[in-house]
């Protein structure tokens, strides 16, 4: 095994651990061994009886473990044991990018959903993607949820499709500084610059993230100014105004002013309909305009929140065997985010962390230390994922910042947890009663409870 290899392949072992049960990583992805790194692809073996299996079960799972080391750009590919020569090939100064370079190929212009909240915006990153350099850097801030990414990723579409021949990659800043640490240790440090400094647009999502990490900070400096040196397109989000990121050296503070800066606020009623009608159109259930109405009047903040309240008005819909009127949707809302008019998810009263971690530990009888532990024991796998979920839902915590709350835990992990919980609530009565009793408690506890003879 190359030194490379040598170094990366046990921390991508460490986040697969942490992404599946222990069971499940002992009989399917233990098994796997390293075999080369070809450009930004990490090949893995498999025994060939269980490489089919496992490529297409553990696919995605292992891309975002490996991302989460290597990288937003980072793909895997699973052959079976001895059909690769155990040798890393000679990466040329020029090799090709890979195909999407962590782009996102769903979130596209034709799929945001335009209003007069992010109207500007949109337009800003429209014509950068059309004209990059027009405005550089491209700074978009606005509170979580509500579409910032999809922009980034829409603009990164538009180029790949486009721009005759421009490179063009997303990274956030969590990645971009694991990368950076994992050269540093690796001692690769001029393959990582080329990697971030030889593209013509860079895509760069969370830089509030920054803050504190004053090694990660000076690169990204230099990485900064090296392509504003050769005229390529920065497009920047955060969470707050440039000038607002007090943890960051002035310079860089300027520097993220000296293009155009634009916010997005959160939807209006009108969007937020749009947006509930798209996703009821593609996740196939038939929702009528009353109940979307119903839905779209509670839940005014984020885009994601709004999309998680569809979600669960039509699993519970489809659980139950219930005509689902806004009668109905009322009460489903009522016991997830509190009854019509109190505080929404992620407001100055919502629950805090520690206050969710808590009501987890008592339902399910674990303690606190056990919830943070490193365990996979399958006694909290399940209570662990569904705190990260109720922290995701109810707080306006991004998945680093639930990550570090929970023990340190990456953010793919968090990511990882949210979308199982997410899943389950969809098939699970019993995981939908135990979702929705929890944020009871949470958030509105004298409540009536919905009927649950059914």
């Given at each position: ?149 999809h922009l980034l ?14 490179t063009v990659r ?23 610059k080329a990697r ?259």
């Open positions: 095994m190359n030194q490379d290899l040598a170094h990366i392949w046990p921390s991508i072992q460490g986040e697969l651990r942490r992404a599946v049960p222990e069971h499940t990583y002992d009989l399917w992805l233990a098994a796997l061994e390293p075999a080369a790194i070809d450009g930004d692809t990490l090949v893995l073996e498999a025994p060939a009886k269980l490489r089919p299996r496992i490529a297409d079960r553990f696919g995605r799972v292992l891309q975002s473990c490996a991302a989460a080391v290597l990288g937003p750009g980072a793909l895997v590919d699973v052959v079976a044991t001895g059909d690769v020569p155990r040798e890393t090939p000679a990466r040329s100064e020029h090799a090709a990018e890979p195909e999407r370079d962590g782009i996102n190929p769903r979130l596209t212009f034709d799929s945001f959903v335009i209003g007069d909240a992010n109207r500007f915006a949109h337009a800003a990153a429209l014509e950068v993607a059309e004209s990059p350099g027009t405005y550089n850097p491209l700074f978009i801030y606005g509170p979580p949820g509500v579409g910032k990414t990723h829409a603009v990164g579409n538009y180029i790949r499709r486009y721009g005759g021949g421009l997303y990274t956030t800043i969590e990645a971009f500084t694991n990368a950076f640490v994992w050269a540093l240790h690796g001692g690769d440090i001029e393959r990582f971030f400094r030889r593209t013509d647009v860079l895509l760069i999502d969370d830089v509030q993230f920054l803050e504190s990490k004053a090694r990660t900070e000076e690169e990204f400096f230099h990485t900064f100014n090296a392509l504003r040196d050769v005229e390529s397109q920065l497009v920047l989000t955060s969470d707050r105004l440039p000038r607002n990121l007090d943890g960051l050296h002035d310079r860089l503070r300027d520097r993220f002013e000296s293009g155009l800066v634009t916010d997005i606020q959160p939807p209006d009623l009108a969007t937020r309909m749009t947006v509930l009608r798209k996703r009821a159109q593609q996740d196939d259930a038939t929702v009528s305009e009353p109940v979307l109405a119903a839905i779209g009047r509670r839940i005014d903040g984020n885009i994601r929140v709004l999309e998680g309240a569809l979600i669960r008005v039509v699993a519970y819909g489809s659980l139950s065997g219930k005509t689902m009127t806004p009668e109905l949707a009322d009460a489903v809302l009522d016991g997830f985010y509190g009854r019509a008019g109190t505080t929404k998810p992620g407001g100055p009263a919502g629950p805090s962390v520690e206050a969710i971690q808590a009501a987890v530990c008592d339902a399910f009888s674990i303690t606190v230390t056990e919830l943070l532990s490193t365990s996979r024991s399958a006694r909290l796998v399940w209570p662990r994922q569904v705190a990260m979920y109720l922290a995701r839902e109810n707080t306006n915590l991004t998945f680093p910042d639930i990550g570090r709350r929970f023990g340190g835990r990456n953010h793919t992990t968090v990511m990882h947890a949210v979308k199982r919980t997410a899943d389950r609530l969809t098939t699970d009565r019993e995981a939908f009663d135990t979702v929705r009793e929890l944020t009871e408690r949470l958030g509105s506890p004298a409540q009536p409870e919905l009927d649950r003879r059914d």
